[in-house]
């Protein structure tokens, strides 16, 4: 009986297919963002190259505050959690504001990148840090709604089957709808790709909002235990258990590694495609579009193939290390037909990782309502992000090293031999070691077996939490 109830699915496709509109928001905007904010003030405004990385960092210092309170602070329960829910308002507020921080990026002063380029750092670390707060205060919610809403294994892969596949769009479409609209050398081009990306946005999250109401029966529970509490766990003391969670330290190493991957891929294909293969900008959506091409097509074998083992640690190892082996032959590819190829291989295995990410994370946070007996999803959440997002730092870090290293000129057209193996060497070389190095600690800590993860549901049941 306890197996059969772990099985049950209580949602509609359609209420999982609005939720999984969160996703594609959230994948939607992050790919426009890692694709185009640095090279735009860099190689478009032209500022220098210490400062944008300057700005990055501090963005960074900012996220490792901003992640992981908002989760803390959003995860006790508010005058309006009765009547609207825990996570639904954070979530309609946060999507909002967020798709407008945007277009704030791609508007700067139009000013002389010399002159005044402390009104642009300034510009554009405000901005920044708008842009980071306000996706944190949806992310960590929606994510925090998933282990809530959808309480049983079965339930959690059908709804995560749709996500990737959503999802999976939102990705996509972050790469190659915006360059439809820029013209490389034009700055206004890319106000108007913002514009259009805002509006894409707005669609996607008025979408998502019916799929995204919290389930009254679980916002009742909440509310009836947290008053049973005598007493509050601190945000201190979540952040302290947290990390001595073996698994959970695992997962936010390779999750800050492979996000170090995909970010660092994305930010430099618009400069393979303006100084290695001297093409336009519509050339990139040719090559995002390969990258579509191979998460449709693969993106059903993984998420049957994890049904069917029922082991997420496999799959990940599995896809962790494809995506590894994949990124080697792009190293040495100069061609747009060699990217396209080599996109649809990475795009491949990259279905996989990506789809584990979300189910693994709830793993671990059973694991961890059955060791303290309380729920502090918003907390984790944060502190997935907070990683997840420093992957950005590290990416604008080791783009401004090796640009200063290889002799990259800010605003020009053309670059030197030695800064296009400069831009080859962040593309590829470096993404391809730090994810393996994430890998082989995630294989040496990660030990939530299916046979673990099963006795955790089966407690959380007992616990009625």
Do not use: H, M
């Given at each position: 009986m306890e197996n059969e109830e772990l099985e049950i699915i209580t949602h509609s496709k359609g209420t999982m297919a609005s939720f999984a509109f969160g996703t594609f928001l959230n994948e939607f905007l992050w790919m426009a963002f890692s694709a185009f904010a640095f090279f735009f003030y860099e190689a478009e405004v032209g500022l220098n190259i210490v400062l944008v990385g300057i700005a990055f960092v501090i963005y960074a210092v900012w996220n490792a505050v901003n992640d992981p309170l908002i989760g803390y602070l959003t995860n006790r329960p508010f005058k309006f959690t009765k009547r609207w829910g825990r996570r639904f308002p954070w979530i309609l507020i946060g999507g909002l504001l967020w798709t407008i921080s945007y277009f704030l990026l791609f508007a700067p002063?139009?000013?002389d990148p010399v002159a005044g380029e402390w009104i642009l750092f300034g510009w554009l670390l405000f901005a920044l840090c708008l842009f980071d707060t306000f996706c944190s205060l949806f992310w960590v919610n929606y994510t925090s709604l998933t282990p809530d809403k959808f309480r049983s294994p079965e339930e959690r892969r059908t709804s995560n089957g749709m996500n990737i596949v959503i999802g999976s769009l939102g990705t996509v479409s972050g790469a190659i709808v915006p360059p439809l609209f820029i013209i490389f050398g034009v700055k206004f081009s890319y106000i108007i790709s913002a514009g259009v990306v805002f509006l894409i946005a707005i669609i996607a999250l008025t979408i998502s909002l019916p799929g995204s109401r919290d389930e009254?029966?679980?916002?009742?529970?909440?509310?009836?235990n947290y008053e049973e509490q005598s007493e509050k766990t601190s945000f201190f003391k979540t952040l302290k258990t947290s990390m001595k969670q073996k698994n959970f330290v695992a997962y936010v190493i390779v999750l800050l590694t492979y996000q170090v991957m995909a970010r660092s891929m994305t930010a430099s294909i618009p400069y393979i495609a303006r100084y290695v293969l001297l093409v336009e900008a519509t050339a990139i959506t040719i090559i995002m579009?390969?990258?579509?091409?191979?998460?449709?097509?693969?993106?059903?074998?993984?998420?049957?193939?994890?049904?069917?083992?029922?082991?997420?640690r496999k799959v990940i190892l599995i896809t962790g290390f494809l995506l590894v082996i994949v990124t080697i032959p792009l190293i040495f590819v100069n061609t747009i037909e060699g990217f396209i190829i080599g996109m649809i291989l990475w795009g491949s295995a990259m279905g996989g990782f990506w789809a584990m990410q979300t189910i693994c994370l709830t793993d671990i946070i059973d694991e961890a309502v059955v060791d303290t007996g309380e729920r502090q999803e918003g907390t984790y959440n944060g502190i997935s992000m907070f990683f997840s997002r420093l992957a950005i730092a590290v990416q604008a870090v080791s783009f401004a090293i090796v640009h200063e290293?290889?002799?990259?000129?800010?605003?020009?057209d053309t670059q030197s031999t030695q800064a296009i193996i400069g831009i080859k060497i962040h593309f590829a070389v470096i993404p391809l070691f730090v994810l393996l190095i994430g890998m082989l600690i995630f294989y040496k800590l990660y030990d939530l077996t299916p046979e673990k993860t099963k006795e955790n549901q089966i407690k959380l049941k007992k616990m009625c939490i």
């Open positions: 002063p139009d000013i009254e029966e679980y916002v009742d529970r909440y509310l009836e579009g390969s990258l579509l091409l191979a998460l449709i097509i693969c993106t059903p074998f993984w998420v049957k193939y994890a049904q069917k083992s029922n082991n997420n290293l290889t002799g990259f000129v800010e605003g020009s």
